[in-house]
């Protein structure tokens, strides 16, 4: 990163399509996401993917606050995927795909920067974002909708 690391989480998903995952872990800082393989390169760590939240169309780019990985879902690669779901200044949360090591799914809702992430252990279409707006946003991250918003002070999940 070259810079402050904001946030560093482990995949606590074990497997997906029969292949393991929790030997990826990523992190988020300054406007970069990058993901890591700490079992298959013997005694290294390497990058297996890196994402830069520079400015698009569609978001305003910046510093990445928070990440977390999502849930085992359906995907249309022949040996599943790994999905990391971060988020930061620009106000919104963005769905990384290992696999094609680009944004998925980009979900907008929030009117300040994007502070904290947390997947739903038990339904993997689920996913909370906290916002400097003082806003929580309920998201089925895999249609895209906002299911529900909760107001009022909130800094981490």
Not at 36 to 65: C, M, P, W
Request: aromatic residues 8%; charged residues 20%.
């Amino acid at each position: 990163h070259c810079s402050t690391i904001n946030q560093l989480v482990f995949n606590p998903n074990p497997s997906i399509c029969g292949r393991q995952t929790n030997n990826l872990f990523a992190t988020v800082g300054k406007d970069q996401a990058t993901m890591y393989d700490d079992r298959h390169f013997g005694n290294f760590v390497d990058i297996v993917a890196q994402f830069v939240n520079e400015k698009t169309d569609h978001s305003k780019g910046g510093e990445l606050l928070a990440c977390c990985w999502l849930g085992a879902s359906e995907s249309k690669q022949e040996f599943g995927d790994a999905l990391l779901a971060v988020g930061g200044e620009d106000a919104t949360v963005s769905i990384i795909s290992l696999v094609q090591g680009r944004v998925t799914s980009l979900l907008k809702g929030h009117a300040k920067a994007v502070v904290d992430l947390a997947a739903c252990a038990s339904n993997p279409s689920l996913l909370a974002s906290v916002a400097r707006d003082e806003k929580v946003l309920l998201w089925d991250w895999q249609a895209g909708a906002c299911l529900y918003t909760l107001e009022g002070p909130a800094t981490a999940i």
